[in-house]
């Protein structure tokens, strides 16, 4: 649609500079206030020109958060959560839509429940599975009475146990399995003209092979826009994290953000704070700047 | 080469059957043109052969060999999709060998024999290219290299030139007809466009509602169609069609005293048949003329070469296609000729054809 009215214009615009500062301004205080010394930082009200100990502050919070050993956990922790819901996520869609097998629709939907399911609903008994990954078998062995029949008859006490705490598995793994992810292939596949389908069988392609050389060549922006939303998310997970992670090594940059706010009775260091929200702000922008173009194109999806 | 032989040939869709029982024999190298209006079961059949669509029952056998329950790919058949169906990620050479790297034909090979292909589809300056970068006629080249490349015994056309425009349309249809020369290879040929199958076929097929109407070379479709579905159905502009019933003294076609006279050819009196007579074999003469029927002019279409004049005939409307100068005005009144040697005669009921001696029939009287 072309626009030639110039009051419009105007309106267009003082509407998305207005939209602009109110999604700016947070990051301009968070800026401004990582940039102050301690004194100014915590004058009321905090002065909103940018002071002089910006590097001195991003310094100071780093070393004091241990932030590269943390970031790096938070790289490899958002990293694999996005890489395992690729993959996951396109394979399960790819059984559901090219697939007739008893009991797919009631997949299917069993899948976009989990919608509703998200992991803060869940959050005890997945922390149990996480600490004793086996101990959902533990309760059908007791149930059914079998740990009961081997304690008997061997004299060997049934007790399974697999940990997952304090592991980049136990991070990684609960946080994988994504119903949106599914659904943004599904609805991709479904695009897929059937006779894509049918030439590669008449080419002698098995389901396999149809799937690595056809579909996911064609998803590639599918797969960037999908791995950019989900890196950002796990970027950002705070409760599974800090859960899991009971030993510093293995906490991520978000949790540990938490150290550098000051303890009740300390004087508040607003400044060292902020100066590593603003790191820890920055590897998601960056994947965004880069990731743009094709998350953009995999949204829209015009790519046949 | 491989001949191909179905038998009684059925598919359902759930309780809905859309071919009852086909039966059909494709000699080796022929090329054959199963022509039909859509939905008629044409492209489903076809399928079926190529092994995309399970069989409900019957059988289809290649070579002799039952194929019934084999994956497309151990048919030895290859496909010409509508839509081209090309890998769009892939070039336009990947596009051709795709089928050769499945079957883990060596590179080097491989490329040799995607070069060939190209050489005979004059597609070399194009290997590099994406589909999205190709014309319709260059992508309808490379989905029939993508075929030939896999040196299949019998080949497999789904409205292939149906997406081109006309000029292509034709091009094409002569190098598909050039190509079956060269490569010798048994071609099933499916299509809705009577001007390609009548071009291309060894044999044609005309399908109607899932069943089979007609097998015959094209000439034998045009000059006898074996039902009232084939005589209308192929031919442009269509056969006209006069309804009639059959009387004492002969069968009556029109209202009044235009009758046929003719014989009974065995019909019980009051039996109901329809009389279809070609536009081309029409004559037109002047409305006073001895032995001519009169009727009114509604349209003219101009062809060029010649032209199609839409007549009234009593309620009924009937063309006739004319070479001749001769540009009737609407609303004009025309003397209309045929020779009864240019009739067909079909049931009403069942639209079947009935044979009965009309070249010995004499001039009707009217």
Request: aromatic share 8%; proline share 6%; net charge neutral.
């Amino acid at each position: 649609m072309v626009e030639r009215t110039p009051i419009l214009d105007l309106v267009t615009h003082v509407v998305l500079l207005v939209g602009l500062a109110m999604a700016a301004a947070p990051f301009v205080i968070v800026a401004i206030a990582a940039s102050h010394s301690l004194h100014d930082v915590n004058l009321v009200p905090m002065p909103l020109n940018p002071g002089l100990d910006f590097w001195a502050n991003v310094a100071k919070a780093w070393t004091e958060a241990d932030l590269g050993r943390k970031l790096l956990n938070s790289f490899i922790f958002a990293a694999g959560v996005a890489a395992g819901k690729v993959v996951i996520s396109a394979l399960t869609a790819f059984s559901i839509v090219y697939f007739r097998f008893p009991g797919r629709m009631l997949i299917f939907w069993a899948i976009f429940v989990t919608l509703m399911l998200p992991l803060e609903v869940r959050i005890v008994p997945t922390y149990a599975v996480a600490a004793n990954v086996l101990s959902p078998y533990q309760a059908i062995l007791d149930a059914t009475g079998i740990s009961w029949l081997i304690g008997k008859l061997t004299g060997v006490e049934v007790a399974l146990s697999l940990g997952l705490l304090n592991s980049y598995t136990g991070l990684i793994l609960p946080l994988v399995a994504t119903a949106t992810g599914t659904f943004l292939y599904r609805q991709f596949f479904l695009t897929v003209p059937d006779e894509l389908t049918e030439a590669a069988r008449m080419d002698g392609a098995g389901p396999l092979r149809f799937f690595v050389d056809v579909l996911l060549p064609l998803s590639r922006t599918n797969m960037a826009a999908l791995a950019t939303i989900m890196f950002l998310w796990a970027w950002n997970q705070y409760l599974w994290p800090l859960l899991v992670t009971t030993d510093p090594s293995h906490a991520t940059a978000v949790t540990e953000l938490k150290s550098l706010i000051p303890n009740v009775g300390g004087i508040p260091e607003w400044n060292i704070a902020m100066a590593g929200t603003l790191i820890v702000m920055l590897p998601p922008l960056v994947v965004v700047v880069f990731m743009q173009r094709w998350f953009v194109r995999g949204l829209i999806s015009t790519e046949k | 080469m491989a001949s191909i032989a179905i038998r009684d040939i059925t598919k359902n869709y759930g309780r809905n059957q859309v071919v009852h029982g086909v039966d059909l024999d494709i000699g080796s190298g022929e090329f054959v043109v199963i022509l039909g209006p859509s939905g008629c079961g044409k492209s489903t059949l076809l399928r079926m052969i190529a092994g995309l669509e399970e069989i409900s029952d019957g059988t289809i056998a290649i070579d002799g060999k039952v194929v019934n329950k084999l994956e497309p790919r151990e048919r030895g058949c290859a496909m010409v999709f509508q839509n081209y169906a090309l890998y769009p990620h892939m070039s336009v050479a990947q596009n051709i060998g795709y089928s050769l790297k499945v079957a883990g034909v060596a590179a080097a090979q491989r490329n040799q024999r995607i070069q060939a292909v190209a050489r005979i589809l004059e597609l070399e300056h194009l290997l590099d290219r994406k589909p999205a970068a190709l014309s319709g006629g260059q992508r309808q080249r490379v989905a029939m290299g993508r075929a030939m490349i896999r040196e299949p015994k019998v080949f497999l056309f789904d409205e292939p030139l149906s997406n081109l425009d006309a000029k292509l349309r034709v091009q094409m249809r002569s190098e598909i007809r050039k190509l079956h020369r060269r490569l010798g290879a048994t071609s099933v040929f499916v299509t809705h466009d009577q001007v390609e199958a009548m071009t291309l076929a060894d044999r044609l097929v005309v399908m109607n509602g899932g069943r089979v109407e007609q097998v015959g070379t094209p000439a034998e479709i045009y000059g006898r169609p074996a039902s009232r579905f084939v005589a209308s159905f192929v031919g442009a502009p269509a056969m006209n069609i006069l309804e009639g019933v059959v009387a004492l003294d002969g069968i009556s076609l029109l209202e009044g005293s235009r009758r046929l006279p003719m014989p009974r050819a065995g019909l019980p009196v009051g039996t109901k048949v329809a009389m279809g007579i070609r536009p081309e074999a029409v004559r037109m003469v002047d409305p006073g003329a001895a032995g001519a029927v009169e009727a009114t002019v509604d349209f003219v279409e101009e062809l060029g070469a010649g032209r199609v004049v839409y007549v009234d005939l009593d309620g009924a409307s009937f063309s006739v296609v004319t070479s001749e100068s001769a540009h009737p005005a609407p609303g004009s009144t025309i003397g209309l000729k045929f020779s009864p040697s240019d009739m067909h005669f079909f049931s009403s009921e069942t639209g079947a054809r009935l044979d009965f001696f009309v070249a010995s029939l004499p001039e009707p009287v009217v």
